[in-house]
């Protein structure tokens, strides 16, 4: 079935620093859409950012990601870390079914 | 904005118990989900809906059972409560792989 990969479970950071969270996904369809979701703290998650276009960089609240279809990978990045992006973020493929399946979440915590 | 509320939001149960978490969306969406939100295992799909009358497995089916009434509501239950099952659960309710889920407010469940 389809499936994604977070590399990392949890990355520290110091403010200022760039940001870079993987995610690599499987999946045989061959037009996926994929999804940054993000939690905070006591919070749901909610939409990040998304793209279905190969290539195509999509932006979304200073953050930013490719959906490199050749690598299936769609890498979550920021130029600058603040410390509000503390949060837990999650990838998640939309694969052609009804089913929804989230990969095992990224926890990024920013220090001063 | 998507509306999906939880209810309730907090609950202790027995072992042994019987446990119904319900879930309602206001938004005509087809498709349903029930979530479980672990540490270290990010959001793990129990049970989906898309369309009334219908409930498939997710990943981690075992121990509960779902019910989709109506377009608007999903519930899932648990007949026989184990502290294994102490979590937090979230629904969502999505209309296709090209667009969002959106999550309810989450229900944390404690089972003594």
């Known amino acids: 079935g389809d499936s994604v990969t977070q590399t990392e479970g949890l990355v520290t950071l110091t403010e200022g620093l760039p940001v870079m969270l993987n995610c690599t996904y499987q999946t045989i369809y061959s037009n996926p859409f994929l999804f940054w979701y993000v939690q905070h703290l006591n919070e749901s998650p909610r939409l990040l950012l998304k793209s279905f276009t190969d290539n195509k960089r999509t932006e979304h609240q200073g953050f930013h990601a490719t959906l490199h279809k050749s690598s299936s990978s769609f890498h979550l990045q920021k130029s600058s870390a603040q410390l509000s992006d503390s949060a837990l973020y999650y990838c998640a493929p939309g694969t052609g079914g009804y089913k929804v399946v989230f990969g095992s979440g990224t926890r990024l915590l920013v220090s001063p | ?112």
């Open chain 2, 1 to 112: 904005e998507a509306a999906v509320t939880q209810s309730p939001r907090n609950k202790v149960a027995v072992t042994g118990g019987k446990v119904t978490l319900s879930c309602n969306q206001t938004n005509n969406h087809n498709n349903m989900y029930w979530y479980r939100q672990d540490t270290g295992h990010g959001l793990r799909l129990i049970h989906y809906s898309y369309g009334a009358g219908s409930t498939e497995k997710g990943d981690i089916p075992d121990g509960y059972k779902a019910s989709r009434p109506s377009q608007e509501n999903f519930s899932l239950i648990l007949e026989l409560a184990t502290p294994s099952q102490t979590s937090v659960y979230f629904c969502a309710s999505g209309d296709g792989v090209v667009t969002e889920v959106f999550f309810g407010k989450g229900t944390r469940l404690t089972v003594v």
